[in-house]
């Protein structure tokens, strides 16, 4: 195996369910060492998220890949000493407890840093360590809710949509990833010293709602939901097949349209009036809408998609699990890995990705039992005696 590209940085994770969790994992993908601490005897609560087999979360075991577990209780003085002295020896520190948790356990950004000058410490929250609403308790729900991406999901005659998942947790993870080893690039080729990232869950999505705030102050215009199309190129939807499968097209440039135009054997569309160019398919897309999903309808899956690659659309089918395990493309980019595990056998997952081409990421384990990591963290890591980890299991400190 190669040297994965961040073997040698030291994580510690003391956040719970996907955001911070988010974070981490794409750290340990990448050769990171994470050890998520845990709450002993509940541990995170994502342990107890479902789909579960055998009584173990499925959630847990892909997103805590990779991560060590170790438990500690962070409300107990001599629990938060340990904590001091685990990150006295790492790089990066990722939380997501309500603002002001860390600083009334006595473990604020000053005594941290005072530990250890060149630790990087990720605060992720619902809104922030600033601002009126920052101790407001806050899920991605109502990140999700309060982005202003809530508002334009969904279809214009019916009520705003939430995602089928944790979408700002997720989007806000990544960017923690991101931000960490931005922090970490400059204290190893800057002033040599740690900061702190201060990062909400509404505003990662908030950011990528590129042109709804000037829409609305230039133009005067609320962005409205508009289902599967998007509001400013055409043709652009969901269409279903005759044999009932579901396919997506994107003809948002002139070529495209062409192309879509020849795959339906419908060279008229491109010099009609309604359709010669993206201004009038947006005026007239309901009828443009209404000639694809009739060409579509008339046709099964297979040769529908045939005919759209012959002619070079932007096209694809609407996958579920299902298809997308029986699909060639996915098994050739080795997208689905599966990882041995004690408690389950083997856990099907999610590739690393991105792939680099000279220090790739690599998965060793799915996530662990609780505490699992206890002794090689506690007696490996900062040298406690046998006796001493004994002592601390039996005062419930671990």
């Known amino acids: ?216 102050v230039l133009l005067g215009e609320v962005a409205q939901r508009s289902g599967n199309r998007f509001p400013g190129a055409a043709p652009r939807n969901l269409y279903q097949a005759g044999d009932g499968a579901w396919v997506a097209v994107s003809a948002t440039s002139q070529r495209t349209f062409e192309r879509l135009a020849q795959a339906m054997d419908r060279p008229d569309l491109p010099t009609d009036p309604r359709f010669a160019t993206n201004a009038a398919r947006i005026a007239h897309v309901d009828a443009l809408d209404a000639i694809i999903q009739e060409w579509m309808r008339a046709r099964p899956l297979e040769e529908v998609l045939r005919r759209l690659a012959d002619a070079g659309a932007v096209a694809g089918p609407v996958y579920d699990a299902r298809r997308i395990l029986e699909d060639p493309h996915y098994r050739a980019r080795d997208d689905i890995i599966t990882v041995a595990d004690d408690e389950l056998g083997a856990v099907p997952m999610p590739a690393v990705i991105p792939r680099f081409s000279r220090t790739p990421g690599q998965v060793a384990f799915a996530g662990p039992p609780l505490g699992a990591h206890n002794d090689a963290v506690y007696g490996g890591l900062l040298g406690l005696s046998r006796e001493e980890i004994a002592r601390l299991r039996q005062e419930g400190v671990i």
Not at 9 to 26: F, K, M, N, P, R
Not at 147 to 164: E, H, K, N
């Open 1 to 216: 195996m190669t040297t994965p590209p961040l073997q040698g940085l030291l994580v510690l994770d003391l956040s719970t369910i996907v955001s911070g969790g988010t974070t981490t994992a794409v750290l340990a993908d990448f050769g990171a060492r994470v050890i998520k601490v845990e709450q002993p005897r509940a541990g995170d609560p994502l342990r107890a998220w479902g789909p579960v087999k055998d009584g173990v979360s499925l959630w847990w075991k892909v997103l805590s890949r990779n991560k060590e577990s170790i438990t500690l209780d962070l409300r107990a003085a001599r629990g938060q000493a340990l904590l001091r002295a685990l990150a006295a020896r790492a790089d990066i520190l990722v939380e997501n407890f309500r603002p002001g948790t860390l600083e009334r356990w006595g473990l604020g950004p000053d005594v941290l840093e005072a530990v250890n000058p060149r630790l990087v410490l990720v605060r992720i929250s619902g809104f922030g360590q600033t601002g009126p609403y920052r101790d407001r308790p806050g899920f991605g729900t109502i990140a999700e809710a309060m982005s202003g991406y809530v508002a334009s999901s969904g279809f214009p005659d019916g009520p705003p949509l939430l995602p089928p998942m944790p979408l700002a947790d997720a989007v806000c993870g990544l960017l923690g990833a991101a931000a960490a080893l931005a922090a970490i690039h400059h204290r190893d080729h800057g002033d040599g010293r740690g900061q702190v990232i201060d990062l909400s869950l509404y505003e990662p999505l908030f950011r990528l709602l590129i042109p709804m705030v000037p829409q609305y």
